[in-house]
Nanobody, 116 residues
Framework: QVQLVESGGGLVQAGGSLRLSCIASGSTLRISAMRWYRQAPGKQRDMVASITRAGTTNYADSLKGRFVISRGNAMSTVYLQMNNLKPEDTAVYYC??????????WGQGTQVTVSS
């Protein structure tokens, strides 16, 4: 079982930056990949970025160049650096962990609001 806690969300003006953090606890040695998702009001939850234990990253095409995912050495912490934020980036951002048995764990989410 993996527990995830996100932090770092808030209100920022368009063009600004935020750095989200996700701290994992529990069976972190079983985590094979960690991901950030986001969900805007009335919309589905979409993947933003992912990183594997080996450090391989993947991004939603529309976010490449603005968002950067990184992790700590032990896969117990993952970050999402968000630059040049736009109002359409406003959403609840969720941390997700996938373990070796393909079980998904989710954090409670952190709100990001970008004002124009």
């Amino acid at each position: 079982q993996v527990q995830l806690v996100e932090s770092g969300g808030g209100l920022v003006q368009a063009g600004g930056s935020l750095r989200l953090s996700c701290i994992a606890s529990g069976s972190t040695l079983r985590i094979s990949a960690m991901r950030w998702y986001r969900q805007a009001p009335g919309k589905q939850r979409d993947m933003v970025a992912s990183i594997t234990r080996a450090g391989t990253t993947n991004y939603a095409d529309s976010l490449k160049g603005r968002f950067v995912i990184s992790r700590g050495n032990a896969m117990s912490t993952v970050y999402l650096q968000m630059n040049n934020l736009k109002p359409e980036d406003t959403a609840v951002y969720y941390c997700n962990a996938v373990d070796l048995g393909s079980t998904n764990s989710w954090g409670q989410g952190t709100q990001v609001t970008v004002s124009s």
